[in-house]
């Protein structure tokens, strides 16, 4: 085998470890880690009150719970389903918490990331 394809072999094995291991550490965090880790983006991207940061907190967690028991008892709806009635609650009540300036900010944020996929 040649030495670039050693190389390529080498930094693909790489590249894989180190995506498997951020999805092992996520599916391993806590539901409040999940919390604080979104709600810590949200507050610096958004720029947030310490009111706001723990409205936002207390609604991420709760979040983070229903999708703990819907994928416990998944059965009567689709995932796709409850992803997106989960996450249209989420919003609903995120907006609630924000000012029009950081509403803005989060919906052109979530338009560009629903755009790339």
Known sequence: MSKKKKIII???????????????????MSIEKKAEKI???????????????????????????????????????????????MQKEWFTQIKEVLNAEQVKILEDKFNKKCNKS
């Open 39 to 85: 709600t810590a983006k949200f507050e610096k991207k958004l720029k947030l009150s310490e009111e706001q940061t723990a409205k936002v907190y207390e609604i991420n967690l709760q979040m983070f719970k229903k999708i703990e028991t819907a994928k416990k008892d998944e059965q009567n709806k689709s995932h796709k389903e409850i992803k997106d009635t």
């Open 10 to 28: 080498i930094a693909l094995a790489v590249v894989f470890t180190l995506i498997g291991g951020k999805f092992i550490y996520h599916a391993t």
